[in-house]
């Protein structure tokens, strides 16, 4: 089975400061990584995405997240956080022989004080 | 382009009503989940379909709750008698359903308060 782990329930920063959300998966064989974002009373938008080659991964507002496959993690990070980056961020994975079937983390949320 | 239709975007019932959630995939898209996020057990996937046919509703609480998707551009999941328990955000995303980029747009969800 698959599963997704985000190590931190809640995480406050001030903004400029650098941002790493850890996403840990337990699935044995090759996967698919995202992250998603979910602003306050929003939809999930998807913020990056890993599916082969180059670990680290670079996506939409200076996010970007690395594949460690040796330590099943995909960790997220943004090396200036902003007031307006305050939002719950979720890992899910897709393990190549679930189809379509993605596991979400049970996301962090990230508040950014101005 | 437009994004993953769903309606009504708030609903709000009674106990023991039937509630009816629908959802338009992006045009194209074969793939179609429908998820509930609630505070206590974060995003969970209901059921999806592929090219129109169930494939896993292992996540369908109970039988009060079915899903059907009668063609590509149309789903539906229903909750006949609604429970203040049902009270939650329900999501639709979509995909297009290769294998190597099965990447899950979502609707802007539907708020379901069961009183």
């Known amino acids: 089975a698959q599963s997704v782990s985000q190590h931190n329930h809640h995480v406050i920063l001030s903004e400029a400061a650098s941002l790493e959300l850890g996403c840990n998966y337990s699935y044995g064989g090759t996967v698919n990584l995202f992250w998603y974002v979910q602003y306050p009373g929003q939809h999930l938008q998807l913020l990056l995405k890993y599916f082969s080659g180059d670990p680290l991964v670079k996506g939409i507002k200076g996010f970007e997240a690395e594949f460690i496959k040796s330590k099943f993690s995909f960790n997220l990070r943004k090396p200036s956080v902003q007031w307006s980056d305050t939002a719950e961020y979720f890992c899910?994975?897709?393990?190549?022989?679930?189809?379509?079937?993605?596991?979400f983390g049970p996301g962090t949320r990230l508040s950014v004080l101005p | 382009d437009a994004g993953v239709i769903q309606s009504p975007r708030h609903e709000v019932t009674e106990m023991g009503q039937e509630v009816t959630l629908r959802c338009k995939p992006i045009s194209g898209h074969n793939s179609l989940f429908w998820y509930r996020q609630t505070m206590m057990r974060g995003l969970e996937l209901l059921i999806y379909?592929?090219?129109?046919?169930?494939?896993?509703d292992s996540g369908m609480p109970e039988d009060r709750f079915s899903a059907k998707m009668p063609n590509a551009s149309f789903s539906t999941l229903k909750i006949q008698p609604s429970e203040p328990r049902d009270s939650a955000v329900y999501f639709c995303a979509s995909s297009l359903g290769t294998t190597a980029l099965p990447t899950q747009y979502f609707g802007p969800g539907t708020r379901l308060l069961v009183l």
């Open positions: 379909f592929n090219n129109n046919v169930p494939i896993d």
């Open positions: 899910a994975v897709n393990g190549h022989n679930y189809g379509q079937n993605f596991v």
